[in-house]
C-alpha cells in the first residue's frame, strides 16, 4: 500500500502569509465570477472577462487581507472566548 504524498513545502512560521494569500485568491475569484455574471451575463467571453477581473483584483484583495488582519485579529480576540484550562 502506498502511502500519501505529502504537499506540503510551507514552513509553519508561515502559515498567516500562506492564509492570506490562499483567502485573498479564493475570494477574489469567487467575487470575479459572481460580478462578471451580474454586470455582462454568461455567454462565450465569460471565463475570459473573469479571468481578466481576477488578474486585477487578486493584488487587491491579497492587500486588503493584510491590513484588515489586525483588526480581525482585535475582533476574535474581542468575541471569541477562549477555553479555561481544566
Known sequence: MKSKQNFA??????????FAFYMA????FLMSIILVWIN???DAGFMTR?????VISVPIAGCC???VRPLVQKLINITVKSEDPP
Open 65 to 67: 487581507v493584510i491590513m
Open 40 to 42: 455582462t451575463g454568461f
Open 25 to 28: 485568491s479564493i475570494m477574489a
Open 9 to 18: 513545502f510551507i514552513p509553519a512560521r508561515f502559515a498567516h502569509i500562506a
Open 50 to 54: 473573469v479571468l481578466h477581473s481576477y
